[in-house]
């Protein structure tokens, strides 16, 4: 236990949206997958990472020449990292005055997580709550997972996921034999669209997502419905022709919002989805009626 590692970018505390009852979230940085519309884009990398929040510098140039390697930058009244120079030292955050700058991420001991988990074991029993593995994606460290979810199952606290399912077979098979409930997300029905807006392939996602289904784990199938991308009736039905196919019956629509907007600039980078329309239930009634009309359960 006191040898593992892993990078994590939050836990969080009481949750009522990853399952059942009480949850503590922990979520693990690092995600194969570069989803256009992101709401943790700090999730995507699995290294350690700079954050700078514009409106507290006060452009004092102090990060700028800490760094030893160059890799901190000013450019037309900005600050920037270059990811690839960075060395993970930090002397940027350590010399800021003014706290503008911070780490997103810590490599934290099994030992450590655990025990920040157990704080709250009397609000699981109670509410028949557990724990939730997130990320980014948990499959990218999974020996790390896989203990955790040892020692929480040796505590009889109920465990849940939430993943891309994108990993090779045998991971994916040790991970989910130590889950009770996973949150499987599916982006795309289509091959060649889900590449285009996530950047890989989704067919190690449907492989491991029937793999799921028919090793007979209790599966939720969180499909995010984003305008312009796989947010028509014609979509709706494609999901529910697949899902026939591979036999998933239980859907959870997550209506595109734009919560994570503000991360794209802290971390310096494009958000590409920033002029979508952000969707809400009520968007959503005929779409989730083609669901119901195929037979499959679908909610909110």
């Known amino acids: 236990m006191e040898n593992l590692q892993a990078c994590i970018f939050n836990i969080q505390k009481f949750s009522l949206n990853d399952g059942p009852g009480i949850r503590t979230v922990v979520f693990f940085k690092g995600c194969p997958l570069a989803c256009l519309w992101c709401s943790n884009p700090e999730s995507q990398s699995s290294l350690r990472q700079v954050i700078w929040e514009e409106e507290k510098c006060v452009r004092c140039m102090r990060c700028v020449r800490a760094c030893k390697r160059s890799a901190v930058k000013y450019v037309e009244d900005k600050i920037s990292f270059d990811e690839e120079t960075c060395v993970g030292c930090f002397q940027c955050v350590k010399a800021c005055p003014q706290g503008a700058l911070s780490v997103q991420g810590d490599l934290l001991t099994l ?14 029993e109670e509410s028949g709550g557990g724990v939730t593995l997130s990320g980014g994606e948990v499959l990218g460290q999974a020996e790390f997972a896989i203990a955790l979810l040892k020692e929480l199952q040796a505590r009889q606290i109920h465990t849940a996921c ?20 996973i949150l499987f997300d599916l982006k795309h029905y ?3 669209k889900h590449v285009a807006v996530t950047k890989v392939s989704n067919e190690p996602i449907l492989r491991n997502l029937k793999l799921a289904l028919a090793k007979g784990k209790e599966v939720m199938i969180c499909i995010p419905v984003i305008p312009g991308i796989n947010d028509t009736l014609k979509d709706a039905q494609g999901f529910c022709d697949l899902l026939k196919k591979i036999g998933g019956n239980n859907v959870n629509l997550l209506p595109f919002h734009q919560f994570g907007q503000k991360k794209y600039s802290l971390l310096g980078k494009e958000y590409q989805c920033k002029n979508l329309k952000q969707l809400h239930e009520e968007d959503l009634v005929a779409y989730r009626e083609v669901f119901l009309q195929n037979g499959v359960e679908c909610s909110f």
Do not use: P, Q, R
């Not at 030992?111 to 699981?124: A, C, S």
């Open 111 to 124: 030992e450590k997580v655990l025990k920040e988990i157990m704080k709250d074991v009397d609000f699981y």
């Open 162 to 181: 939430e993943t891309t399912g994108y990993a090779d077979e045998g991971t994916f098979t040790s991970l989910i034999e130590h889950i009770d409930l």
């Open 190 to 192: 289509d091959n060649e």
